[in-house]
T-cell receptor
Framework: EDQVTQSPEALRLQEGESSSLNCSYTVSGLRGLFWYRQDPGKGPEFLFTLYSAGEEKEKERLKATLTKKESFLHITAPKPEDSATYLCAFKGAGGSYIPTFGRGTSLIVHP | GAGVSQSPSNKVTEKGKDVELRCDPISGHTALYWYRQSLGQGLEFLIYFQGNSAPDKSGLPSDRFSAERTGGSVSTLTIQRTQQEDSAVYLC?????????????FGPGTRLTVL
């Protein structure tokens, strides 16, 4: 059964303290790995899609990387406005168009 | 451009009542998904529509839940005889599902509270 695990469940950082969030998955073939940001009371907001191992994408202070078994979301010099829950999801190569979501990492950045 | 919209944003109902939740996807997106998110939980897949194909209903938790999509656009999720455990945020997402662009775009959700 395809599974995705995110760690840590919660992360507290000081402003400017860089860190990484992990998303590991077990799937026979990957068709896409997705990162989303979700603010309280809102729907998930799309950040990145990665399709192959070695691929990297950046947006402001965020950088997503992908290997064959995991993805990292690196946050460089975070600011309080980066506080949110970060979700990852993947689609396996089995033909299903339904992505599997992780439970998310709740990030709090203190000023 | 316009994103995915959902209505109502909040719905409070009494146990046993029926509710209808609406989703307007991004124009031109052929795929539409419904999810449920309970407090502190991940996204639970409910149902998936793709074009004119039969919907994938494998995630619906009981026969009290149903959904339809009219004209390949607007979708309605109906919950009959609501129970307290149905309280959650119901999220809708749409996707163009073209190669290389199968990212989902989510609406703001409908928060359902069953008293």
């Amino acid at each position: 059964e395809d599974q995705v695990t995110q760690s840590p469940e919660a992360l507290r950082l000081q402003e400017g303290e860089s860190s990484s969030l992990n998303c590991s998955y077990t799937v026979s073939g990957l068709r896409g790995l997705f990162w989303y940001r979700q603010d309280p009371g809102k729907g998930p907001e799309f950040l990145f899609t990665l399709y192959s191992a070695g691929e990297e994408k950046e947006k402001e202070r965020l950088k997503a990387t992908l290997t064959k078994k995991e993805s990292f979301l690196h946050i460089t010099a975070p600011k309080p406005e980066d506080s949110a829950t970060y979700l990852c999801a993947f689609k396996g190569a089995g033909g299903s168009y339904i992505p599997t979501f992780g439970r998310g990492t709740s990030l709090i950045v203190h000023p | 451009g316009a994103g995915v919209s959902q209505s109502p944003s909040n719905k409070v109902t009494e146990k046993g009542k029926d509710v209808e939740l609406r989703c307007d996807p991004i124009s031109g997106h052929t795929a539409l998904y419904w999810y449920r998110q309970s407090l502190g939980q991940g996204l639970e897949f409910l149902i998936y529509f793709q074009g004119n194909s039969a919907p994938d209903k494998s995630g619906l938790p009981s026969d009290r839940f149903s959904a339809e999509r009219t004209g390949g656009s607007v979708s309605t999720l109906t919950i009959q005889r609501t129970q307290q455990e149905d309280s959650a945020v119901y999220l809708c997402a749409s996707s163009p599902l073209a190669i290389g662009t199968d990212t989902q775009y989510f609406g703001p959700g409908t928060r359902l509270t069953v008293l």
